[in-house]
């Protein structure tokens, strides 16, 4: 049978993306196996694997069910990886709160939900604002808004943000983000330069030459955050060192 030509045009093409798709990922590893938290430190209260993804929730305050009972933000932290120069891609879902992805980032010490962690993060929310930024945990805070390109310099002693440009407007990005559904996030860091996209639309990109404050390496980390009850999901968690 002799295919119509529109068919066969819309054939090829999905023949032809099958090759590129699998070069796009190309020296990927993958960071989690999908079944447990192996490789994987936190409260195991907190923490757990739910239909194939990490899943981080907060149970509500007994005193206060609109808010979440623990009282600091609280770690998953990858007892494997030391993050240099890399691509990380992964999936996240939210339903309430706040999240993020916390990379070349430290171990500050062990509080009473689990790992307290400092360092870049990959910011993002249920709400409508944060979704994207580089906000830098225990240390210099937002080091990027949504949809800004940065300089962060260090001038007498304290963090300065300069703004030199733009990656979109940031009601546009957040146009994209689905919500208490699945995103797509990558993370790029290579030297000083520092990327986050979301669903294919760069949110930030950053050069941070905060001198000694400019973390090189580290490890990763997922958040859960204080506020109400939450849960969170990771999964497709996959890296690459980059050359």
């Known amino acids: 049978m002799k295919l119509p030509s529109a ?9 032809l993306s099958l090759p590129a798709l699998a070069a796009d990922e190309a020296g990927f590893k993958s960071i989690f196996n999908g079944k447990d938290l192996a490789g994987w430190e936190g409260n195991p209260k907190l923490w757990s694997v ?11 305050s007994e ?3 609109k808010y979440g009972a623990i009282t600091h933000n609280t770690f998953l932290v990858n007892k494997e990886l030391t993050l240099k120069d890399f691509e990380l891609r992964f ?4 339903v309430n709160g706040n999240s993020g992805v916390q990379y ?9 939900w689990g790992p307290i962690v400092g360092g870049y993060q ?9 979704s994207g930024i580089l906000y830098e945990e225990k240390g210099r805070g937002i080091l990027a808004k949504r949809g800004e390109k940065t300089v962060v310099k260090e001038v007498a002693g304290k963090p300065k943000v300069d703004i030199t ?6 009601e546009d990005i957040q146009a994209t983000i689905k919500n208490e559904d699945w995103n797509d996030y990558v993370v790029i860091a290579k030297g000083n330069h520092l990327q986050h996209f979301i669903n294919g639309m760069q949110t930030v990109d950053v ?19 204080t506020g109400p009850p939450m849960t969170v999901q990771f999964k497709n968690l996959r890296i690459k060192e980059l050359k």
């Open 7 to 15: 068919l066969l045009t819309l054939a090829t093409s999905a023949l």
């Open 50 to 60: 739910r239909d194939g993804a990490i899943t981080g929730v907060t149970p509500p």
């Open 63 to 65: 005193k206060n069910p």
């Open 91 to 94: 999936s996240y879902r939210i």
């Open 104 to 112: 070349r980032s430290k171990v500050l010490s062990q509080g009473e």
């Open 122 to 130: 990959a910011d993002f929310e249920a709400g409508k604002s944060y």
């Open 165 to 170: 440009g733009s990656t979109g407007k940031s």
């Open 207 to 225: 050069t941070d030459e905060g001198g000694a404050k400019a973390a090189k390496e580290g490890i990763l980390a997922l958040q859960i955050h």
